[in-house]
């Protein structure tokens, strides 16, 4: 995240004791991926917290470069599966489910593409402007395409669920990473995650009615079999 080590660190926290409340609403074992997400949010908070404290010090360059690949694997090969993946275990309705493994197969090519890049080209990370900037050599001629197929699959999928109010998850994701894009290109893979962040609050209120609809659901069961007695 932008802005300091206390900042990230602050986040870190938050983050967590969001993930903590989204994880207590899980009803089923198919929403652990979903609820989870904040969590994943607060990792990468923490390790560019690491980040910020270790740049400034030539001698803890080993330092600096595992954490660095720590966090962009979370950012460009966890997330781009993670986020489909997630949805399609949430989806019932066997057509959007079709289309959500869809996604789940561009997010598995994205991710597979930037795990080769990742590991043959050199990336590294630098405070600049009270920033991390992440600079990766990676090749040009992937660069639109991927990125368009990188947003689908982290942006789509709410879009394409049956859980009401899951479109709200994909329209904050994407205006947050429309903002981003905007007024802080050079540092996209930072920043951008800062203010997905928000979304943690999205998934929190997304498990609550999630919560609330399985405990109706349980109370009219209960209440036809009473009835049928």
């Not at 800062?194 to 929190?204: P, Q, W």
Request: glycine content about 4%; proline content about 3%.
């Amino acid at each position: 995240m932008c802005f300091s080590a206390t900042a990230s660190f602050s986040a870190c926290i938050v983050l967590s004791v969001i993930g903590v409340t989204s994880i207590k609403k899980v009803r089923h074992p198919s929403q652990i991926m979903f609820a989870a997400i904040p969590f994943i949010f607060a990792i990468q908070q923490g390790a560019e917290g690491i980040l910020w404290l270790s740049l400034p010090r030539g001698e803890l360059l080993y330092l600096q470069e595992s954490i660095t690949y720590f966090y962009l694997i979370i950012a460009q090969i966890i997330w781009p599966i993670w986020v489909p993946v997630a949805l399609l275990l949430l989806e019932k309705e066997q057509s959007r489910r079709e289309f959500q493994r869809i996604l789940v197969g561009i997010g598995i090519l994205v991710s597979a593409y930037l795990t080769y890049c990742l590991f043959h080209f050199k990336v590294q990370s630098e405070i600049d402007c009270y920033h991390i900037a992440y600079i990766q050599t990676y090749p040009e001629t992937f660069r639109v395409f991927g990125g368009i197929l990188y947003i689908t699959a982290t942006i789509l999928p709410p879009f394409f669920s049956h859980i009401r109010h899951m479109w709200l998850l994909g329209v904050t994701v994407l205006i947050s990473y429309l903002v981003t894009t905007v007024f802080y290109e050079n540092y996209l893979v930072s920043v951008w995650c800062f203010f997905a962040s928000v979304i943690s609050m999205s998934v929190y209120w997304i498990m609550s009615n999630i919560s609330i609809s399985h405990r109706q659901y349980r109370y009219e069961l209960e209440l036809i079999a009473k009835n049928q007695k």
